[in-house]
């Protein structure tokens, strides 16, 4: 089973949500990576992610972590907090910073490549 986590910029509201990330970019993947429905949508706790619009798009369209049991404060009970900071230090190291997306991008892609699972704990 494969868990997706989607991080939302703290201000967005459930339309835009649905609309520029649910549609744009998550069904698209889904699509092209998961048709066998061999995966869990993992919301972080923003306000849109569980908004009643989010949760009734969700429920017609992915298999997701619902609020009741997506727990804010156990950090062992969400590993993808360890996976992204440790991706985050090493896409950072050194001081590096992204003059463009695409080079951000670019860099994520290859610390991705890079990237040993085990040693981040």
Known sequence: MVFF???CVKFINSSIYIHEWLNKRHLPFKH????DLGYIFWPDLASAHYSILSTSWMNENVNYVTKDINSPNVLQARPTENFWGC???KEYKGGWQ????QQLI???KLKLKEFDLISCD
């Not at 092209?32 to 048709?35: G, P, V, Y």
């Not at 992204?98 to 997306?101: I, K, L």
Request: net charge negative; aromatic share 6%; proline share 0%.
């Open 98 to 101: 992204a003059s463009t997306e």
């Open 32 to 35: 092209e990576n998961h048709q």
């Open 106 to 108: 670019n860099r994520i």
């Open 5 to 7: 986590r989607f991080l």
């Open 87 to 89: 991706l985050s230090e």
